[in-house]
């Protein structure tokens, strides 16, 4: 398989401008602001059938063309760079190691929705990729590829890198929009939405990192050479972070479609030691999931992971094997999302406290067999009614290890202690 | 004696805000600068910074409360991180975190009595496939052992 | 306006674009319940109590935050939105320490209400409740108990989005978010207490109303703020004869859900006062308790041979009291100096909000009713201290305490040859006084105010008065036919009806047509 997102990392010092520019970089962005009108742009990226690399999976063409055309106020383009869901480290490879391509996709795509101030949000964490980026923006304005009249073009473009402070919460794009207003990451109800209404109430588009890094890639090749590659609905490579009890940890790029126990075993070779596969999490933690009877015959697309009753999500794969405490798991991702309710609605901030409590007790031995409904039915009743879908991310995953791991969770209740050890 | 910025600091604040589409905008990057540049983010700072930036004190207390790297209580020089979220928990953060607990002599939440370390659990840091890890201030530790801990506190003391 | 056609629990409602699915279903009188929802504020939409079912949607939605739309098919009541309703009430009551019996919202807590409504079974909640501050003094006029609090954020976008002034911000995050002020400042703007009001449940209580009196027990009088000309609708809240609070009501074309906190608690100097119980007459030695017929006859006689006078009515009194006033004062002098009080100060943007520059709530109707000969009250002022007059009525205006010039205005009133002050206590002005007779307060009268902007408003009798005074329209009324003028009218609303009739702005109007939120008098606003 080609690469097209890790095409450069390997590459001695891929992340300077000279290096980049020797492979082809900046061109696509010469090529639209030269040949394509910005709905050219936006018709490329549509006909590629790019999704959107965040975890929902939205069309990014049409996301774009969402933007209202006629609209006075300035319009926002934001490159979501929070990457913050547990297990999921792609954003971060892209950033240190191929920060042009990025950049070159941040221009692409203000272009495209004719934006001409850009935000690249990073998570304050970052802080060897803020200085990554900090200097390649740098290169890209002295090279002529940001502020005023780029390459010629007449087309002017202001990006800021802007740094958060620690909350996973502003990944979520109306959380990512409060905090970029200077408040708290607070979620925004919805509608309306963030094209029309979003910073500032102007029309805002936010994509993904691994999104946008990859939009330079199709307008310089072609919408059809990357929808050739993938299924019929999910198009292109798309890139999966593998941890927990794996040989091979690390980032990997699979056209979508690959099979995913094939992708386990053989790519990223297996569970180690003399262990077994217990369980996995294709999506990161907010993504229910797959026991490992589950995982035969699904694929790594966004159709088939839905099938099975999970989500692609941001391509998290996490992987437990047999020696896991599944109620310790569901406990560390619940206590994960207790700490990071934003707290704003009611579900979602007594839901997530509620249930981590009962999974604690659980956890020391202090459970009860009527705790594992009672979870279920909190985790029911904030699915689907809070304000963002951070409630839904941290409910399902919850309902999921009781519901796929009942017998363990009974037995771990009734010994009052970890069946495992 | 009233806070106030550094001149030099003061170039680059007015720098930063007149960069963003509205000052207010840029609170959270000058709360950022505060830190480094007070230290922490004790109640004059939060009142410095509200008013430069021109938002009510309370707002920007509210804010500072949100965000985990904003700290108003003082840390030590070297801020230990511990990722504790699942990817890392599965590869041994407990250890890791139990390990600098006896080395430092602290509890998770303590800074050590020479104001050298302060200990905290964190959630992910974007680097499960290299669990389990921490941070030490900006720089990341990756494939921890606790020989690596070790190693690490030495080669910071 | 685009009519709008839906349908909500099976019944037709007709509404207008751009409204959201909660306002529709209130005017149709379809009680969808909520608590973040509040019609002046931004939305917020983070307590979901209002989750409703909407056809062809999969998920439930907030109708606080759903616009209405053409063929919409609502369901307010179906299985799926109570289970859900309940399902919220519990969130919202898992750290909640459930201790209504002590506190002071008990009665008014919309907690409380949709607990009931909703039979809520014992708590499933058995883990450790998480602890917040009590009882934390926010300002002069506000605590906070932030174990009772359900973060609806109502009162922080009321300081945010109304006053402007952010004193209130959420703190922490998660099931740790409380509501704080910055450590050190208080909140102490002027429209403070609002917050209050439009807290759903007992968090922000009123530290001036906190455990005076259970709510249940409270006697409801709508009535007008005397506060100042603005003439902010209010409920005057009372208990065994006292007043106990002042609550706003919603008049969209006057306060809309707001008071001042100068005018929410201005009933403690107007009302609760050593009263005035028996007409005092000057004797040698000082004033001596008489009866009210000496005393008006002596006043009248006194008034009548100090000419020229000077007549000052209260920005208090009523229309009603202004109309025969006028009247009284006409008979005792040619050439009458007639003015209602009236003085400005400078107002902060805050209350700019609200307020207005006076504290005399009926000045624009006192002088409608013909109570302004002179040039305005700060010309009579400057009149009476450089000596022009001769004998006085002063009306419910201590003018001696007056800040500035109170030590002039005293010399000025020694000087005269004759004073009659009428008022509800024995103040430093009427201390001066020939006569001096006992009258009532605001909030024991019925009468009407004529807003600053031209809105005529009703009063209405919330206290019984004492005995021995009288109002100032019955004194009024008592001394015309001795002057030879006379009256028909013995009751406010027959008095009113005469100033329908003899007054042209006021022409066709009655106490009926005023109703409970007042009428907006047709002509421009006169100019001050
Ligand atoms: C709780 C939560 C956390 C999220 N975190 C991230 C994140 O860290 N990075 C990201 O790109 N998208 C994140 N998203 C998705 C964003 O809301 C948004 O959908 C995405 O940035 C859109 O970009 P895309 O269309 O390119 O995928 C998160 C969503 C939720 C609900
Ligand atoms: S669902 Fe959770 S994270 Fe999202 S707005 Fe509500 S409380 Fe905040
Ligand atoms: S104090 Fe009252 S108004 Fe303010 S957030 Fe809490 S419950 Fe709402
Ligand atoms: S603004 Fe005036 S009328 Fe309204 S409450 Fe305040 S004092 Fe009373
Ligand atoms: S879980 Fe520790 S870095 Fe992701
Ligand atoms: S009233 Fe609609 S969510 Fe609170």
Redo the contacts between chains.
């Keep these: 398989m080609e690469k097209i997102l890790l095409r450069n990392i390997d590459i001695q010092d891929s992340h300077t401008l000279q290096v980049y520019e020797s492979r082809g970089g900046y061109r696509a962005l010469r090529k639209a602001l030269k040949e394509m009108t910005p709905e050219r742009v936006t018709e490329e990226v549509k006909a590629s059938g790019l999704r959107g690399r965040g975890g929902a999976g939205f069309p990014t063409g049409m996301k774009w063309s969402f933007v209202p055309k006629d609209s006075l106020k ?1 319009k ?1 383009l934001i490159c979501n760079a929070d ?7 792609k ?2 490879l892209l950033i240190e190691k191929d920060p042009h391509a990025m950049v070159e996709g941040v221009i692409l795509a203000s272009y495209a929705i004719q934006s001409h ?1 850009a935000f690249i949000y990073i ?6 990729g803020a200085k990554v980026l900090e200097r390649a923006i740098a290169e890209a304005y002295q090279a002529g590829y940001l502020g005023k009249n780029i390459s010629g073009s007449g087309y002017d473009l ?1 990006l ?1 890198l ?7 919460i502003c990944g979520e794009e109306t959380g990512l929009l409060s ?7 607070w979620p925004k ?1 919805k ?1 309306p939405f963030p094209a029309t209404h979003g ?2 109430g102007c029309p805002t588009i936010v994509n993904n990192v691994e999104t946008l890094a990859v939009v330079p890639w199709i307008i310089d090749q072609g919408a059809a050479r990357y929808a050739a590659i993938g299924t019929e609905k999910s198009k292109g490579t798309k890139l999966f ?5 794996i040989r091979n ?3 990997y790029e699979v056209e979508m479609g690959y099979p995913f126990r094939q992708f386990l075993e053989e790519d990223c070779g297996g569970v180690p030691g003399g262990k077994k596969l217990k369980g996995v ?1 294709p999506g990161g ?1 907010s993504m229910p999931v797959l026991r490992a009877d589950e995982i035969e015959g699904v694929r790594m697309d966004y159709e088939s992971m839905q099938a099975a009753g999970t989500l692609l999500g941001s391509g ?1 794969v ?1 992987v ?1 094997d047999d020696s ?1 405490c599944m109620v ?2 569901a406990w ?2 619940a206590r ?1 999302f ?10 979602c ?6 249930m981590e ?2 999974f604690a ?1 659980i956890d020391n031995g202090s459970g009860e067999k009527a705790d594992l409904d ?1 979870i279920l039915n909190i985790s029911g ?1 904030i699915i ?4 963002c879908p951070f409630g839904d991310a941290a409910a399902m995953p919850a309902a999921a290890f009781i519901k796929k791991y009942r017998d363990e969770f009974e037995e771990h209740i009734r010994q009052k202690r970890c069946v495992l050890t | 004696m009233a806070l106030e910025f550094s001149p030099e600091t003061w170039r680059r604040f007015e720098e930063l805000v007149g960069r963003y589409p509205k000052k207010e905008a840029a609170l959270i990057p000058v709360l950022s600068m505060a830190q480094k540049e007070f230290g922490h983010l004790r109640l004059q700072a939060m009142e410095y910074v509200a008013k430069i930036i021109e938002l009510p004190a309370a707002r920007v207390y509210s804010v500072v409360s949100f965000y985990t790297m904003l700290n108003m209580k003082p840390v030590g020089k070297y801020h230990i991180q511990v990722c504790r979220t699942l990817p890392c928990a599965l590869m041994g953060a407990e250890r890791m975190a139990a390990r600098l607990k006896r080395k430092l002599g602290i509890q998770v939440g303590e800074t050590t009595s020479d104001g050298n370390f302060t200990l905290t659990e964190v959630e992910c840091l974007a680097s499960c496939g290299t669990a389990p890890m921490m941070q030490v201030n900006e720089d990341y530790y990756e494939n921890l052992t606790e020989a690596k801990v070790d190693d690490v506190l030495e080669s910071l003391k | 306006m685009d009519p709008v056609k839906l349908t909500i629990d099976g019944r037709e409602v007709v509404t207008t674009k751009g409204k959201k699915v909660i306002q529709a279903a209130a005017d149709a009188g379809i009680v969808i319940p909520y608590y973040c929802y509040h019609p002046k504020l931004s939305i917020a939409g983070n307590c979901r109590m209002c989750l409703v079912e909407i056809e062809k949607m999969p998920r439930l939605q907030i109708a606080c935050n759903t616009d209405v739309s053409e063929g919409m098919v609502v369901l307010t009541q179906s299985p799926k939105v109570v289970e859900a309703r309940k399902s919220v009430m519990e969130f919202l009551l898992v750290n909640h320490p459930l201790d209504c019996p002590i506190c002071d919202q008990s009665g008014e807590c919309w907690l409380q209400d949709y607990y009931m409504q909703h039979d809520l079974q014992g708590s499933r909640f058995e883990e450790r409740k998480e602890h917040d501050r009590k009882r934390e003094i926010f300002g002069p006029y506000v605590v906070f108990d932030g174990e009772r609090c359900i973060k609806c954020t109502r009162c922080v976008r009321f300081l945010q989005e109304v006053t402007r002034t952010g004193e209130l911000e959420v703190l922490n995050r998660g099931d740790h978010s409380t509501i704080t002020r910055f450590p050190g400042r208080t909140l102490d703007n002027p429209l403070s207490v609002n917050v209050v009001d439009i807290c759903p449940v007992g968090a922000l209580t009123d530290r001036d109303f906190r455990f005076k009196v259970r709510v249940w027990y409270l006697k409801k009088t709508p009535s007008v703020c005397p506060g100042c000309s603005t003439g902010c609708n209010i409920s005057v809240e009372t208990y065994q004869n006292r007043i106990a609070r002042f609550k706003p009501r919603v008049n969209e074309e006057v306060n809309s859900h707001w008071l001042c906190d100068e005018g929410r608690y201005c009933f403690h100097a107007l009302t609760e006062v050593e009263r005035l119980t028996s007409p005092l007459i000057r004797q040698e030695g000082g004033l001596v308790p008489t009866d009210w017929e000496t005393a008006l006859w002596a006043a009248l006689t006194g008034l009548g041979k100090a000419d020229p006078l000077a007549g000052v009515l209260s920005g208090r009194n009523t229309n009603e009291e202004a109309f025969l006033f006028g009247k009284v004062i006409a008979k005792l002098s040619a050439q009458p100096a007639l003015e209602v009080f009236y003085q400005e100060r400078e107002l902060t943007e805050t209350e700019k909000v609200l307020k207005s520059p006076d504290r005399s709530p009926n000045f624009q109707g006192a002088r409608d009713m013909g109570v302004s000969t002179n040039g305005g009250f700060d010309l009579l002022l400057r009149e009476l201290i450089e000596g022009k007059f001769r004998g006085a009525y002063i009306v419910g205006e201590d003018l001696v305490s007056l800040p500035g010039n109170g030590e002039k205005i005293r010399q000025a009133l020694e000087k005269l040859s004759f004073l009659v002050v009428q008022d509800t206590e024995l103040t430093s002005t009427a201390k001066l006084a020939h006569v001096v007779l006992p009258a009532t307060n605001f909030a024991e009268k019925e009468g009407t105010y004529t807003n600053r902007k031209g809105r005529v408003q009703k009063l209405n009798a919330a206290l019984v008065p004492p005995v021995g005074a009288l109002h100032d329209w019955q004194i009024f009324a008592r001394l015309l036919p001795d002057v030879g003028e006379k009256i028909s009218s013995h009751t406010p609303a027959e008095i009113f009806q005469e100033i329908s009739r003899q007054i042209p702005r006021y022409g066709g109007l009655s106490y009926a047509t005023i109703g409970e939120l007042g009428i907006q008098l047709s002509d421009e606003t006169k100019q001050l």
């Design positions: 300035p926002y990457e913050s869901e547990p297990g999921t480290f954003d971060r101030t998570r304050g964490e970052l802080a060897f202001e800021i802007h740094r958060g402070a620690g909350a996973y905090s970029l207003e200077g408040g708290r990451g109800v509608p910073l500032f972070c593998v941890s927990g009890h940890p690390g980032v999490i933690a998290g996490i437990m896991t310790k798991t560390n991702i994960f207790a700490h990071e309710s934003c707290g704003q609605c009611s579900p901030r007594e839901g997530c406290h509620w409590k009962i007790r009672l009743n689907g009614r809070t304000i």
